[in-house]
């Protein structure tokens, strides 16, 4: 025997009674059946609504069960599973029973032959549930509770009525002038002309018409049914969006076509740049090497030269001696006392001699202390290299070999500092009379022009000078400045001599710059000044995102502000730029390890 919560189906026999609108069953349990089965032998109420579909109150359509013994058309709970499919947790309707993963749906066999029993019975309670609005049908406007079917739409009223509520319509003669149409749930879609639903779409006119307009007013026009215009549009829209997409994914892939043009170029570059400055400081090292042991031979020689000179007069002190000795010994063996007092030499003659009796071996001392310089100098140089001192080796910021993403909201000093990046100038692009010093972290004007020699990097009719470092990536670095101070950031390529606009930051389309004076701030670029307004203060800060194509610069005190930021998109590595235009005036790039 098979039973749900909702109906008893009779496996070995069974007897029907109709009652109302319900069949009353009465099942027949072997004698071997449990006590439990005996207790319902009394028989149970079965109603149409028993076994109707809760989703779509219709009797149920292939049925399936699931296992909290609710039962479902199996399109109707697929469909609703269908809507769930995001959350990937599939429900129950009736009792919310959650399952995961998604049940596989079986017919339940048994439940569709008892549903298609009861179809075959011609039961009065069946034809009107066929009465009943299903998802599909147009349903009565004026019906409570479970909605019948709507047979006629009345264009006066704009509402539609089952079969009962539609009497008024024909024996009333208050509705004997109103126009009734077959079922519409779009009552303002009628044809006024023919009271038809308007249902084809004429190109020709671009409007809506019955199928009567079509043949008759719109005859010869373009004409095809709604639906497909709906469809059309729908995708036209779809293939617009598509089209849109493409032109932005196209601009993506030249964007990135750039990046890696650009990455190449900057990996070449600072690869040759490293190998010339690590030839450079190989040679500084040799040449200093080369000092060293000359000087060190020099000091040998000189040493050496003195002691020999030293052991060449005490080997002749030594032969005058052992003269000296002989002839004493001569004159001990004197017999003659007269003969001995005249040959006694006196002490004076004997003497003492003029040499040290020891060795100075201070020289020695000397060589130790040029050993422990040397051995400073080299445990310096391996901090530097290792990065204790200096970040030589800093971690590389990666390029956005992808989508340009975001960039991370920036409010404090702390987050601006972990993009910090060391910032040195370049000694061949400053113009002669800016001075270098602090290794090449600090400039100033200087009256007399520096003995720089020619080179074709060099800035010859501003005082500006750039950076070594080519930045790319995330990068933030701080300008202490006094005098007159324009803090920017320039392409390599930008000219080096011509006009203004040619050369000077801020005045051309390759650099973009902040003038900095006591009181005021103004943004230059390509020839366009823009004054903001900021907070006084001495120091300034650079933030770049050269991938987002943002470019941000603050007034640093104990916190930062931002005075302008800048949304573009950079195509070539740039460089860190300083301009100093009244005399007296310095910017130092502040070496992070001091922060």
Known sequence: MFYSNRCFYNVTGDHRQLTGSNWFISTHFPESCCSDEKMAQKGAQLSLENISCSICLDPLKDPVTLSCGHSYCMVCIKAHWDG??????????????????????????????????????????????????????????????RKMKA????????????????????????????????????????????????????????????HLCSVDEHEGHDTVSAAVVRTERKLQMSRLN??????????????????????????????????????????????????????????????????????????????????????????????????????????????????????????????????????????????????????????????DVLLPQPEPELKTRAELLQYLRQITLDPNTAHKCLLLSEGNSKVAVMDQRQSYPDHPDRFTDCYQVLSRESLTGRCYWEVEWRGGFI?????????????????????????????????SYSFCYNNSRTFISGPPSSRVGVYLDHSAGILSFYSVSETVTLLHRVQTTFSQPLHAGVRLYIRGSTAKFIDYCKL
């Not at 004997?176 to 303002?188: A, F, G, W």
């Not at 390599?492 to 005045?507: A, E, Q």
Request: charged letters at 30%.
């Open 84 to 145: 769930e499919d995001q959350s990937r947790i599939y429900s129950c309707p009736q009792c919310r029973k959650t399952f995961t993963p998604r049940p596989n749906l079986e017919k339940n066999v048994l439940l569709a032959e008892l549903v298609e029993q009861l179809k075959k019975t011609g039961l009065q309670a069946a034809a009107a549930d066929h009465c009943y609005a299903g998802a599909e049908d147009v349903s009565c406007d004026f019906c409570t509770g």
């Open 151 to 210: 047979v006629k739409s009345c264009l006066v009223c704009l509402a539609s009525y089952c079969r009962n509520h539609l009497q008024p319509h024909y024996v009333s003669p208050a509705f004997k002038k109103h126009h009734l149409v077959e079922p519409s749930k779009n009552l303002q879609n009628i044809c006024p002309c023919h009271d038809r639903v308007m249902e084809i779409f004429c190109r020709t006119d671009q409007e809506l018409v019955c």
């Open 242 to 399: 598509i089209q849109q997409r493409i032109q932005r994914r196209k601009e993506d892939v030249k964007l990135l076509q750039q990046q890696v043009k650009n990455i190449n170029v900057s990996a070449d570059k600072t690869v040759e740049d490293n190998e010339k400055m690590f030839t450079e400081m190989i040679q500084l090292i040799q040449k200093r090497s080369r000092d060293v042991e000359q000087q060190i031979r020099s000091m040998q020689e000189t040493e050496v030269s003195r002691v020999k000179e030293l052991q060449e007069k005490l080997k002749q002190e030594i032969t005058d001696l052992k003269r000296k000795d002989a002839e004493l010994k001569q004159i001990l063996d004197t017999r003659d006392n007269d003969q001995f007092l005249l040959n006694y030499p006196s002490e004076s003659e004997v003497g003492e001699s003029t040499h040290p009796s020891s060795i100075n071996t201070s020289i020695q001392e000397d060589f130790k202390d040029m050993t422990a310089a040397v051995k400073k100098l080299r445990d310096h140089l391996q901090d530097v290299l290792r990065g204790t001192c200096t970040n030589t080796s800093p971690t590389v910021p990666q390029p």
């Open 487 to 519: 803090a920017a950031v320039s392409y390599k390529n930008i000219s080096r001599t011509g006009s203004l606009n040619d050369c000077d930051f801020g005045y051309n389309d390759k650099s973009w710059s902040v003038q900095c004076d006591t009181n």
